[in-house]
């Protein structure tokens, strides 16, 4: 079944919306949110978490299992 272009208009507007939210946030209060993402069972908190932590790499834990999860270098 194929996704309207409407419903990824919302997706992406809706994701920027976020961003712009989380981009007013300081460090100390994305780390939790980050911490979170990548501990969800969901494949795309994950992705998102990933993109996050690429754009700001201060918010990457200084040991892999601060998180319980594995990082890629």
């Given amino acids: 079944m194929p996704v309207s272009k409407s419903r990824i208009g919302d997706k992406k507007r809706r994701f920027e919306e ?17 911490a979170f993402m990548y501990n969800s069972d969901e494949d795309s908190l994950i992705e998102l978490a990933d993109a996050l932590s690429m754009r700001d790499r201060g918010l990457l834990p200084s040991r892999s299992d601060e998180f319980g999860v594995e990082f890629q270098n």
Avoid: R
């Avoid at 976020?18 to 980050?34: H, N, Q, W």
């Fill in 18 to 34: 976020a961003l712009s939210i989380f981009e007013t946030l300081k460090p100390d209060e994305k780390a939790p949110i980050i």
